[in-house]
T-cell receptor, first 111, second 119 residues
Framework: DAKTTQPPSMDCAEGRAANLPCNHSTISGNEYVYWYRQIHSQGPQYIIHGLKNNETNEMASLIITEDRKSSTLILPHATLRDTAVYYCIVRPVNRDDKIIFGKGTRLHILP | DTAVSQTPKYLVTQMGNDKSIKCEQN?????MYWYKQDSKKFLKIMFS???????INETVPNRFSPKSPDKAHLNLHINSLELGDSAVYFC??????????????????FGPGTRLTVL
């Protein structure tokens, strides 16, 4: 089972910030949170990852709560091309522990 | 230049046949993966290789056999294909597998997928 829970779908108006939540209440102290997205029929694409500090790159920002039990991916100015399924993943510590992709959040960007 | 490539993109075959899907990465990565995405869109890891060494071997039928001739290639061979094998198969690679490091070396780059249809 996935170690994360996400809403199944969300809508966001084009040009607005899209805030995608993720719960990972059982995360352990040295497990990282990764976000990927999958645009229809394509392979998943890495977005961002973090441990406890907030992170920002050219694609998005990642806000992780102080207790690390949840995080939010922020797409600052959503465009139609951001329509995709977004996966929040807890990266296992042991190399033989599998990475589990949950059901993700299907983000619809509305024109 | 394509970072992670898979061939073929589409594969339609009859039950009982044996088929292979090839994956190549030109990123110089040490670790490669195979994932299966079924009709319900769940993405599940099948295998992982690090420097040609098998790391993860999920509970998949032994009809599925990965082969890594070198660290740039990870092929997936499937024997005696069944209807339930129909899915999209994704190959991925990452620079290396550093447990718990959280560094960008763990970031996975995915191929475009191979849609397998078993009739």
């Amino acid at each position: 089972d996935a170690k994360t829970t996400q809403p199944p779908s969300m809508d966001c108006a084009e040009g607005r910030a899209a805030n995608l939540p993720c719960n990972h209440s059982t995360i352990s102290g040295n497990e990282y949170v990764y976000w990927y997205r999958q645009i229809h029929s394509q392979g998943p694409q890495y977005i961002i990852h973090g441990l406890k500090n907030n992170e920002t790159n050219e694609m998005a920002s990642l806000i992780i709560t102080e207790d690390r039990k949840s995080s939010t991916l922020i797409l600052p100015h959503a465009t139609l091309r951001d329509t995709a399924v977004y996966y929040c993943i807890v990266r296992p510590v042991n190399r033989d522990d599998k990475i589990i992709f949950g059901k993700g959040t299907r983000l619809h960007i509305l024109p | 230049d394509t970072a992670v490539s898979q061939t073929p993109k589409y594969l339609v075959t009859q039950m009982g046949n044996d088929k292979s899907i090839k994956c190549e990465q030109n990123l110089g990565h040490d670790t490669m993966y195979w994932y299966k995405q079924d009709s319900k869109k769940f993405l599940k890891i099948m295998f992982s290789y690090n420097n040609k060494e098998l790391i993860i071997n999920e509970t998949v039928p032994n009809r599925f056999s990965p082969k890594s001739p070198d660290k740039a290639h990870l092929n997936l061979h499937i024997n005696s294909l069944e209807l339930g094998d129909s899915a999209v198969y994704f190959c991925a690679s990452s620079l290396s597998w550093l447990a718990g490091s959280g560094s960008s070396t763990d970031t996975q780059y995915f191929g475009p997928g191979t849609r397998l249809t078993v009739l």
